[in-house]
């Protein structure tokens, strides 16, 4: 079966510092790969997604991600975190055969200061 | 941009009553529409989905139901909840291909 994997449950990281939250993927054909954040009784916010193209996609709040076709993996990154980057964060990937986005786990991001 | 209107945010409901959870989106329309539930702060399952007016697509079998009366409105229901059916209830859209899911901002149900 198709998926995506989280395999930390919680990351930390002190501010100021670069932050990566992991993601592989079991995807076949293109993968259309997304990252999502959830701050605390919040709904989800799109950060990017990658489509086609360039391997480094560019997302919202300085996230960037790198699909890496070789190692199956599309994982987040920040070159600084911030306190306020601390959240849950879930990656997902739409399947072809369907219409909605499957969601990994999810990785909790808490930043020190 | 997409807006999705949830409500209530909380709700705390007896074992065996009714649910009814609307959705309403704004921004947008002929929108796909889902509903999700997070359990325990974690992943998200998905519910049901829709395409259009009184189109929807049920995931797994449960205790719940949709429905889709106008474009942009999706409502989620119950005859008879149960306490598994406590959860965080997310509504979503999308204008299909591979655009952003834009979220609301949940309900969260509390069957005692």
């Known amino acids: 079966a198709q998926s995506v994997a989280q395999p930390e449950d919680q990351v930390n990281v002190a501010e100021g510092n670069p932050l990566t939250v992991k993601c592989t993927y079991s995807v076949s054909g293109n993968p259309y790969l997304f990252w999502y954040v959830q701050y605390p009784n919040r709904g989800l916010q799109f950060l990017l997604k990658?489509?086609?193209?360039?391997?480094l996609v560019k997302g919202s709040y300085g996230f960037e991600a790198e699909f890496n076709k070789s190692q199956t993996s599309f994982h987040l990154k920040k070159p600084s975190a911030l306190v306020s980057d601390s959240a849950l964060y879930f990656c997902?990937?739409?399947?072809?055969?369907?219409?909605?986005?499957?969601f990994g786990s999810g990785t909790r991001l808490q930043v020190q200061p | 941009s997409q807006t999705i209107h949830q409500w209530p945010a909380t709700l705390v409901q007896p074992v065996g009553s009714p649910l009814s959870l609307e959705c309403t989106v704004e921004?947008?329309?002929?929108?796909?529409l889902y509903w999700y539930r997070q359990a325990a702060g974690r992943g998200l399952q998905l519910l049901f989905y829709s395409v259009g007016i009184g189109q929807i697509s049920s995931e797994v079998p449960q205790n719940l139901s949709a429905s889709r009366p106008q474009d942009r409105q999706f409502i989620l229901s119950s005859k008879k909840l149960l306490l598994s059916d406590s959860g965080f209830y997310l509504c979503?859209?999308?204008?299909?291909?591979?655009?952003?899911?834009?979220f609301g901002n949940g309900t969260r149900l509390t069957v005692t």
């Open positions: 997902a990937f739409k399947d072809t055969g369907r219409r909605a986005l499957t």
């Open positions: 921004g947008t329309s002929n929108p796909n």
């Open positions: 990658y489509i086609t193209g360039d391997n």
């Open positions: 979503a859209g999308d204008r299909g291909s591979n655009s952003p899911l834009h």
